[in-house]
């Protein structure tokens, strides 16, 4: 098997053959990073192609330090950041401790599938989702999400809260559905 | 509630941390796509860069030169002055500064080659402008002048002397260690020197004898024709207008003398003509369409001769032989001609002949004006081969190539008269504009019946590098 590391500089000397090999290795990842992080299908599709221009018109300053799919994956996560910036206005307001947390959830979330998962951060109103993926999934800490968030420590807790309270319910509601069902 | 979350978080981690999903196959088109027209901006980037050095170093290179032949022309002049005139003026010599200097370049004349010849240690040579101007002062402005013409004849004499050059024929090198060997100021020298070698130099330099470049004249060309009355009976009379073409090709000049320069070079050009409607013969079809105001329509409706199994007709280049009935075209008898050409053809539309040449010229040049825009006169001869010969109807059915002229020569010879402005855009490059008139001296046509001789105008835009 070709060494990555070819395959990344072939990439830089812009070898079209190289850089659909390297599309082929990271993109599967990679929408499913996109997917998380987009409000919808269409918009991780939009995110995954802008992320890998920025990719391949990058690449030559990749130094070979660290995970190169962790590069990707950080390139991927700032296209996201950088639409909901744009899109979203951020509230500078401090709402901490504002939401209740509701009644317990446990044992559900095991239980549901990947999709399913994908799909209920999805619904999460953009701020919360984007906090919910970065300490969650990107394993940042509140200091780094205010960082590049440009919000406050205590926004980014407010916000994670919230964002799992809002889970909660959701799989809640579901799980009810299913039993009533049944 | 803590383990809540944390499980919470768990089961998101286990489940979505690798998660994979297969993006639509069109996103890698797009990101292709997006890197290529990326590429495109690069490389015209690049193109754009190219062009704009590209640019500079000529700006530079001109300004280089420019600058240089300046400092050419002052060298002679105004360094020479001012060091000599320092020099002189320490040595308490009053001297006439238009008297300091005698420069000539003409030294194929057998004219000394030098700029400057003061010095305080020759004070012989110099006239000493206190007495001059206690001369001139009672004199007559005639007798004024005449006293110095003597006077510059004399210090003329002075500067023979002082080289005492007996051999007119001496060469440049020899004059050269003479006049360093000469017991001038070393300032005196080095000019003396410089301007030698200086002058030597640019007569060393090769005058440009050979120009070569390319040229593209848009045309329009027609025709001048006759014919035997029996071809003539039997052609089609037509409403006749000439045609637009491209005319162009390779130059190669040699000057041969002072304002005399052959050129010959190799060049394609067309000759052709179109026929718009006008009727032949008043049949049915033709008759309608007569009714209708000719602006409004055309049409082409020649007699035709059919034997031997092709179709031929006469038109004013010479007779067509028809390769098929055109499409959109129809036959019909015509009852009142019972010769050969007794049958009509029909179409709407617009007929042309068009004759391709491969021209070989042979042109004289001379140079009217030598000035930053040169001004030529230029005439000669052309060998034109045929090397293309097609007649075409034009119709609803789209342009239609029908066949070709019978008897057509091969080989032909025109004449050209044309006007030449040439503008000079660097010391080798030039732009020229060039008003031409080509007429075919011979028919080229060889059916004794046809006499048809084209003709064509053209202003030719060229440019050349001479070398």
Same mark, same amino acid.
């Given at each position: 098997?070709?060494?990555?590391?070819?395959?990344?500089?072939?990439?830089?000397?812009?070898?079209?053959?190289?850089?659909?090999?390297?599309?082929?290795?990271?993109? +599967?990842?990679?929408?499913?990073?996109?997917?998380?992080?987009?409000?919808?299908?269409?918009?991780? $599709?939009?995110?995954?192609?802008?992320?890998?221009?920025?990719?391949?018109?990058?690449?030559?300053?990749?130094?070979?330090?660290?995970?190169?799919?962790?590069?990707?994956?950080?390139?991927?996560?700032?296209?996201?950041?950088?639409?909901?910036?744009?899109?979203?206005?951020?509230?500078?307001?401090?709402?901490? #401790?504002?939401?209740?947390?509701?009644?317990?959830?446990?044992?559900?979330?095991?239980?549901?599938?990947?999709?399913?998962?994908? $799909?209920?951060?999805?619904?999460?109103?953009?701020?919360?989702?984007?906090?919910?993926?970065?300490?969650?999934?990107?394993?940042?800490?509140?200091?780094?999400?205010?960082?590049?968030?440009?919000?406050?420590?205590?926004?980014?807790?407010?916000?994670?809260?919230?964002?799992?309270?809002?889970?909660?319910?959701?799989?809640?509601?579901?799980?009810?559905?299913?039993?009533?069902?049944? | 509630?803590?383990?809540?979350?944390?499980?919470?978080?768990?089961?998101?981690?286990?489940?979505?941390?690798?998660?994979?999903?297969?993006?639509?196959?069109?996103?890698?088109?797009?990101?292709? #796509?997006?890197?290529?027209?990326?590429?495109?901006?690069?490389?015209?980037?690049?193109?754009?860069?190219?062009?704009?050095?590209?640019?500079?170093?000529?700006?530079?290179?001109?300004? &280089?030169?420019?600058?240089?032949?300046?400092?050419?022309?002052?060298?002679?002049?105004?360094?020479?002055?001012?060091?000599?005139?320092?020099?002189?003026?320490?040595?308490?010599?009053?001297?006439?500064?238009?008297?300091?200097?005698?420069?000539?370049?003409?030294?194929?004349?057998?004219?000394?080659?030098?700029?400057?010849?003061?010095?305080?240690?020759?004070?012989?040579?110099?006239?000493?402008?206190?007495?001059?101007?206690?001369?001139?002062?009672?004199?007559?402005?005639?007798?004024?002048?005449?006293?110095?013409?003597?006077?510059?004849?004399?210090?003329?004499?002075?500067?023979?002397?002082?080289?005492?050059?007996?051999?007119?024929?001496?060469?440049?090198?020899?004059?050269?260690?003479?006049?360093?060997?000469?017991?001038?100021?070393?300032?005196?020298?080095?000019?003396?020197?410089?301007?030698?070698?200086?002058?030597?130099?640019?007569?060393?330099?090769?005058?440009?004898?050979?120009?070569?470049?390319?040229?593209?004249?848009?045309?329009?060309?027609?025709?001048?024709?006759?014919?035997?009355?029996?071809?003539?009976?039997?052609?089609?009379?037509?409403?006749?207008?000439?045609?637009?073409?491209?005319?162009?090709?390779?130059?190669?000049?040699?000057?041969?003398?002072?304002? &005399?320069?052959?050129?010959?070079?190799?060049?394609?050009?067309?000759?052709?003509?179109?026929?718009?409607?006008?009727?032949?013969?008043?049949?049915?079809?033709?008759?309608?369409?007569?009714?209708?105001?000719?602006? $409004?329509?055309?049409?082409?409706? +020649?007699?035709?001769?059919?034997?031997?199994?092709?179709?031929?007709?006469?038109?004013?280049?010479?007779?067509?032989?028809?390769?098929?009935? +055109?499409?959109?075209?129809?036959?019909?008898?015509?009852?009142?001609?019972?010769?050969?050409?007794?049958?009509?053809?029909?179409?709407?539309?617009?007929?042309?002949?068009?004759?391709?040449?491969?021209?070989?010229?042979?042109?004289?040049?001379?140079?009217?004006?030598?000035?930053?825009?040169?001004?030529?006169?230029?005439?000669?001869?052309?060998? #034109?081969?045929?090397?293309?010969?097609?007649?075409?109807?034009?119709? $609803?059915?789209?342009?239609?190539?029908?066949?070709?002229?019978?008897?057509?020569?091969?080989?032909?010879?025109?004449?050209?008269?044309?006007?030449?402005?040439?503008?000079?855009?660097?010391?080798?490059?030039?732009?020229?504009?060039?008003?031409?008139?080509?007429?075919?001296?011979?028919?080229?046509?060889?059916?004794?019946?046809?006499?048809?001789? +084209?003709?064509?105008?053209?202003?030719?835009? #060229?440019?050349?590098?001479?070398?």
């Amino acid at each position: 098997m070709e060494d990555l590391k070819d395959i990344i500089k072939e990439c830089a000397s812009g070898n079209i053959r190289a850089q659909e090999k390297l599309y082929r290795l990271f993109a +599967p990842k990679m929408f499913g990073v996109c997917l998380r992080y987009a409000k919808d299908r269409h918009e991780a $599709e939009d995110n995954l192609q802008e992320g890998f221009i920025k990719v391949f018109t990058n690449i030559g300053s990749f130094r070979y330090e660290g995970s190169f799919e962790g590069w990707i994956r950080r390139i991927m996560i700032n296209v996201a950041l950088g639409k909901f910036r744009k899109h979203d206005v951020i509230t500078a307001v401090e709402d901490i #401790g504002k939401y209740e947390t509701t009644g317990s959830a446990d044992g559900i979330f095991e239980r549901l599938e990947a999709e399913e998962l994908l $799909e209920l951060i999805r619904q999460l109103p953009p701020r919360y989702r984007m906090v919910f993926n970065l300490f969650v999934l990107e394993g940042m800490n509140h200091q780094e999400i205010s960082e590049i968030m440009n919000i406050s420590v205590g926004t980014s807790k407010s916000n994670l809260a919230r964002a799992r309270d809002i889970l909660k319910r959701k799989v809640q509601d579901l799980y009810r559905e299913v039993k009533s069902v049944n | 509630m803590m383990n809540e979350e944390l499980n919470m978080d768990k089961a998101f981690r286990e489940k979505l941390e690798n998660y994979l999903a297969k993006p639509p196959d069109h996103i890698w088109n797009s990101i292709n #796509g997006q890197l290529g027209l990326n590429r495109k901006k690069i490389q015209m980037t690049w193109y754009s860069l190219a062009a704009t050095a590209a640019v500079l170093v000529i700006a530079l290179a001109a300004g &280089w030169y420019f600058s240089r032949v300046l400092e050419d022309d002052t060298f002679k002049t105004a360094d020479t002055k001012s060091e000599s005139f320092n020099e002189r003026s320490t040595a308490g010599d009053i001297i006439n500064s238009d008297d300091e200097i005698i420069a000539t370049d003409d030294v194929s004349a057998g004219a000394v080659p030098v700029t400057q010849f003061a010095s305080a240690e020759n004070e012989s040579y110099f006239i000493n402008k206190t007495e001059d101007q206690k001369l001139t002062d009672n004199l007559q402005p005639d007798e004024g002048i005449a006293v110095l013409a003597q006077q510059s004849m004399q210090l003329i004499d002075n500067i023979k002397a002082a080289f005492s050059f007996s051999d007119e024929n001496i060469t440049l090198a020899d004059r050269k260690e003479q006049v360093i060997s000469y017991p001038f100021e070393s300032v005196d020298k080095n000019l003396v020197t410089e301007n030698v070698i200086l002058t030597g130099r640019n007569l060393s330099e090769k005058e440009p004898n050979w120009k070569m470049g390319l040229n593209i004249s848009p045309g329009y060309s027609s025709y001048s024709a006759s014919h035997g009355e029996n071809y003539a009976s039997n052609m089609t009379y037509s409403d006749h207008h000439g045609n637009s073409s491209v005319t162009g090709g390779f130059s190669l000049q040699y000057k041969a003398g002072k304002r &005399w320069s052959i050129e010959s070079g190799v060049s394609y050009a067309q000759n052709g003509h179109k026929s718009e409607s006008a009727p032949q013969s008043f049949d049915v079809y033709a008759e309608s369409d007569n009714l209708v105001p000719a602006t $409004e329509r055309l049409y082409f409706n +020649p007699e035709v001769d059919i034997a031997d199994n092709r179709i031929s007709m006469n038109s004013v280049a010479g007779i067509i032989d028809l390769k098929t009935v +055109p499409q959109g075209a129809e036959m019909t008898a015509n009852l009142e001609k019972a010769d050969n050409y007794s049958t009509v053809l029909l179409t709407s539309g617009e007929f042309s002949q068009v004759f391709d040449f491969l021209e070989i010229p042979l042109y004289l040049r001379y140079l009217l004006i030598d000035s930053r825009i040169d001004v030529e006169v230029m005439g000669g001869v052309n060998t #034109g081969f045929v090397v293309g010969n097609k007649a075409y109807i034009k119709n $609803e059915y789209g342009e239609q190539n029908i066949g070709k002229t019978r008897d057509i020569s091969p080989l032909n010879f025109s004449g050209t008269l044309g006007l030449g402005l040439t503008y000079a855009i660097s010391k080798n490059i030039s732009l020229a504009l060039e008003p031409r008139v080509n007429y075919y001296l011979n028919s080229i046509n060889s059916n004794p019946d046809v006499d048809f001789r +084209p003709y064509r105008v053209g202003v030719y835009t #060229g440019l050349y590098y001479e070398f």
